[in-house]
């Protein structure tokens, strides 16, 4: 009988790897493709890509399975990469993982891998999946909460699960280096990749300057005090602590960044009493439901504003596609341009980019 096809997301790190040792040892016929979705070279000259793809000619050849490459970056840089800059320019804090997954890795990567005769799709995300009876396909936590990956694929959609396969979700990360290095894979102990593909290890904010104007500007206290300048209300967060300059002062606290003015270049902060910081109202005004809408209108739920965060007990509120979340206790430094995603005990029913926050 021939065997099913899975082609598998491979990124040259550990968890895309195992995904492919597994698969294979469970009997499909796996093919490896590499998505490249950048050209830029980091400030040393390299192409962090290149190394990459390396990585994953060297497990391709150990598990004997064929590897491909394909170029996404004028699709990434259309669908990704310009949102992030807009909402970098209106002050908001964007997350491209989030977009990526959406508009790439379950759209034109799955359309490649099913040109390529593919019968499933699978990557190495840390979640699971329920292809259940009822027709849908419900996202689930992993077994792994502290690399649960749930989170930057809430703006997934059932029919985007349909054919996909998460080998991972049943195993911790300790579990899938061990396994990696008895395997002999090459990638068992490669430090996993942080922070924002584009930007690699470059400085945040040259590289940001060269897509945004910066202009120096005020750091004012709540009441209007003004205790420093910065240089570009863009490069900050709220709820940041490092990197503001300010010194120290007042009553020897830390400072922390507590809200942003684009529009006349002012930078808030707070020292000490970090009550301003906190919000248990939020609203999403295009929600994602990754199945469908609940038939409750008003129901309880678990909610996190960001990844790894501990689930948040809340009350959720649907209005068309509009959600609003009240949390049981505030939450700290909520960030418009985050997003808000919402669960029912281990499915992730989806999630919505934050618009509001109040009180």
Request: glycine fraction near 10%.
């Amino acid at each position: 009988m021939t065997k099913k096809r899975v082609v598998v997301g491979m990124s040259g790190g550990v968890d895309s790897s195992l995904a492919a040792l597994l698969l294979k040892q469970q009997g499909y016929d796996v093919v490896g493709l590499f998505m490249r979705n950048w050209h830029e070279k980091d400030d040393g000259g390299c192409c962090t890509a290149d190394e990459d793809f390396y990585d994953v000619r060297s497990v391709c050849n150990k598990l004997d399975i064929p590897y491909y490459s394909v170029d996404f970056a004028d699709k990434y840089y259309d669908k990704v990469f310009k949102l992030f800059v807009e909402e970098y320019k209106k002050g908001r804090t964007p997350n491209p993982d989030v977009l990526c997954n959406k508009e790439i890795k379950f759209g034109p990567f799955v359309k490649q891998a099913l040109s390529m005769g593919a019968d499933y799709i699978a990557t190495g995300h840390y979640c699971d999946i329920d292809h259940n009876p009822d027709g849908y396909n419900y996202l689930l936590r992993a077994v792994d909460d502290n690399k649960d990956q749930t989170y930057f694929l809430n703006q997934v959609t059932s029919k985007q699960l349909e054919k996909v396969l998460f080998p991972l979700g049943s195993l911790t990360k300790p579990q899938v280096r061990e396994l990696a290095e008895k395997y002999g894979l090459s990638t068992a102990q490669k430090k996993d990749s942080t922070g924002i593909c584009f930007i690699g290890e470059r400085n945040f904010r040259q590289f940001l300057a060269s897509y945004i104007p910066m202009q120096q500007g005020k750091i004012l206290t709540l009441d209007g005090k003004e205790v420093g300048k910065h240089n570009g209300v863009f490069y900050y967060t709220v709820g940041q602590r490092k990197g503001l300059g300010i010194g120290g002062g007042g009553n020897g606290e830390a400072w922390f960044v507590v809200d942003k003015d684009v529009e006349k270049n002012i930078l808030y902060v707070s020292q000490g009493d970090q009550s301003p910081l906190y919000h248990s109202h939020l609203e999403c005004d295009a929600f994602n439901f990754i199945t469908t809408k609940p038939q409750e209108t008003c129901f309880r739920a678990q909610v996190r504003i960001r990844h790894r965060q501990p689930l948040q007990d809340a009350t959720v509120r649907v209005d068309g596609d509009k959600v609003s979340v009240d949390f049981d206790e505030p939450q700290r430094a909520i960030a418009e341009g985050q997003y808000a995603v919402v669960y029912a005990g281990r499915i992730c029913l989806g999630g919505g980019v934050i618009e509001r926050k109040s009180k």
